[in-house]
């Protein structure tokens, strides 16, 4: 084990050490962050990461492709493989708790020939995915924020206000500068944030579920639910029927992922090698089903479906949720109030998210900064001496996502280039270890208290699949004929990106950058 170990160990109390930690110093690594998270804290930043609400953006669209059908089952098929990705996920992740987690299961799976390069590119993708799912939190956050103070006031027929480019724009930025101050306390303070978050949408998001059906005069038929198809080429200029089922599924591919948050948390809970596991399939148990319940509750309410597109309804087609929320309110009530509450509630839903995402992407950022696999590495890997968080890193991600953002001023199609980039980066971080995990000799796997067995090989395939899939899906253009303004430039960002990190990788970081490093053996303030 090494003297290091009897290093670290002196350090914990007389009640013996952690087995994940113990874990930890095996592949290398000293405990540095406060190891305090418990299995809840952790399922609760993990559920606060994925949120009920994060689709309804995209609702509006998805549905418009293919009709409810599509959209409603396509949640089914997505939560069917989304397990497999899930439990290959836990697997690993019972194995290597660690908080450089998808980059340093990607190195140590691929073994030393290909570890580094699947590290490093694993590492990349996984940085810009999570710092992008900052800014499509605040994009969210920003338009449920200008809808609510848009029914407020009197909405599109009684002289509301609607926000400007410029004033979503300072929401957006707002909204991130917020939760990188909320990061830069203790980890303790975003964990009892994240707890009130996951009542904020058990509560919440059971209140909408329940309530919507029941507040609308009329309710869509079970039929039209559950079988309707009906593509929109004159809206959408996309009339192959497969191409618009592809597209009305991304709601579900964007919403269901962001479970592997509990691996980024594994050096700061206890028993990780077990809690990590189980935090990853209890939040997607818990998001696949009020997801699902959440769009059927939406789906079911409709009062008028071509209604919901008009540009002179009172949202002014522009969120599609509002619309149906403030239909039924409106139509029982004869106001907004009812809908405003609702919205506050998704709202609520949002700014928790980015809460938590943000924490997730300053965690990657540090910890790939502690194997110097950033530019000015000692900057952001330095850990706030009180606090014991990474607060560089943190102000670093809402840096980056605020410049993300700023196309908003002139691109309608902002967000899914955001999302696009931000399910890209994220989920492809997912099939380095994946794919590193299905190829290599069992022998030199050491597994944890949660291993597959023989069943690994189909499940990381499909797994891996999948993966393949989500990714390729995000890189359409999701509106034709293709113009400025509607161009989906995420395919174009992520070819830059992936093209400057093979580059300087070819030229530079091949030489010097070997994966994890090793700090066992290091003294504090030089890892």
Same mark, same amino acid.
């Given at each position: 084990m090494g003297p290091g170990v009897e290093h670290v160990s002196m350090d914990q109390t007389s009640v013996g050490i952690d087995s994940a930690e113990k874990r930890l110093n095996e592949l290398g690594?000293?405990?540095?962050?406060?190891?305090?998270?418990?299995?809840f804290k952790t399922l609760a930043i993990t559920f606060s990461s994925m949120a009920v609400f994060t689709g309804t953006p995209l609702y509006g669209p998805s549905l418009r492709y293919a009709g409810p059908a599509s959209l409603i089952w396509g949640w089914v098929v997505v939560t069917f493989f989304t397990w497999?990705?899930?439990?290959?996920?836990?697997?690993?992740?019972s194995s290597f708790p660690t908080t450089g987690s998808l980059y340093f299961w990607a190195a140590h799976l691929a073994g030393p020939k290909w570890g580094p390069l699947a590290s490093w590119c694993c590492a990349w993708l996984e940085?810009?995915?999570?710092?992008?799912?900052?800014?499509?939190?605040?994009?969210?956050?920003?338009?449920?924020?200008?809808?609510?103070?848009?029914?407020?006031?009197?909405?599109?027929k009684g002289g509301g206000y609607f926000a400007s480019r410029g004033v979503f724009l300072c929401m957006y930025m707002g909204f991130t500068i917020i939760w990188a101050v909320?990061?830069?306390?203790?980890?303790?303070v975003i964990a009892f944030l994240d707890i009130i978050s996951m009542w904020w949408q058990v509560i919440g998001g059971v209140a909408v579920i329940v309530i919507l059906p029941l507040v609308a005069q009329q309710t869509q038929s079970a039929s039209f639910v559950f079988t309707h198809f009906e593509t929109s080429p004159e809206a959408t200029g996309i009339s192959s029927k497969p191409y618009a089922v592809i597209l009305s599924v991304l709601l579900s591919n964007y919403c269901l992922y962001g479970y592997d948050t509990a691996a980024h948390l594994t050096e700061e809970t206890k028993g990780a090698d077990r809690t990590g596991p189980a935090a990853i399939l209890s939040s997607i148990g818990i998001i696949s089903v009020f997801g699902w319940a959440y769009y059927l509750a939406l789906t079911f309410s409709i009062q008028d479906f071509n209604y919901l597109y008009d540009v002179n309804n009172e949202t002014a087609g522009a969120l599609v949720p509002a619309q149906i929320i403030y239909d039924a309110f409106h139509g029982r009530y004869h106001n907004s109030s009812g809908a405003v509450v609702f919205l506050c509630i998704i709202w609520g839903s949002f700014f928790f998210c980015g809460l938590s995402v943000t924490t997730s992407a300053a965690i990657v950022v540090y910890a790939l900064s502690r194997d110097n696999g950033i530019p000015f590495s000692p900057i952001w890997r330095r850990i706030h001496p009180k606090y014991k968080v990474p607060t560089n890193a943190v102000w670093?991600?809402?840096? $980056?996502? @605020?410049? /993300?953002? =700023?196309?908003? %001023?002139?691109?309608?199609?902002?967000?899914?280039?955001?999302?696009?980039?931000?399910?890209?980066?994220?989920?492809?971080?997912?099939?380095?270890?994946?794919?590193?995990?299905?190829v290599m000799a069992e022998k030199n796997f050491k597994p944890g208290p949660f291993y597959l067995g023989r069943a690994r090989r189909p499940i990381y395939l499909v797994a891996f699949l999948w993966i393949c899939y989500t990714c390729s899906a995000f890189l359409l253009p999701t509106l034709y004929p293709i113009q400025w303004k509607t161009f989906n430039y995420a395919p174009i960002? $992520?070819? @830059?990106? /992936?093209? =400057?990190?093979? %580059?300087?990788?070819?030229?530079?970081?091949?030489?010097?950058?070997?994966?994890?490093?090793?700090?066992?053996d290091l003294r504090n303030g030089h890892g």
């Open positions: 690594y000293k405990q540095e962050l406060r190891r305090e998270m418990t299995f497999f990705v899930g439990i290959a996920m836990a697997e690993i992740c940085t810009i995915g999570a710092v992008s799912g900052i800014g499509g939190q605040a994009y969210s956050a920003a338009q449920s924020l200008q809808m609510i103070i848009f029914l407020a006031t009197g909405n599109n909320l990061n830069s306390f203790a980890l303790q670093l991600c809402a840096t $980056i996502s @605020i410049i /993300l953002g =700023l196309p908003i %001023l002139k691109l309608d199609v902002v967000f899914t280039a955001i999302i696009s980039i931000n399910t890209i980066g994220w989920v492809g971080g997912y099939a380095f270890p994946i794919f590193a995990r299905l960002a $992520i070819g @830059i990106f /992936l093209t =400057l990190i093979m %580059l300087w990788w070819s030229f530079d970081a091949r030489k010097w950058f070997k994966g994890p490093v090793r700090n066992i």
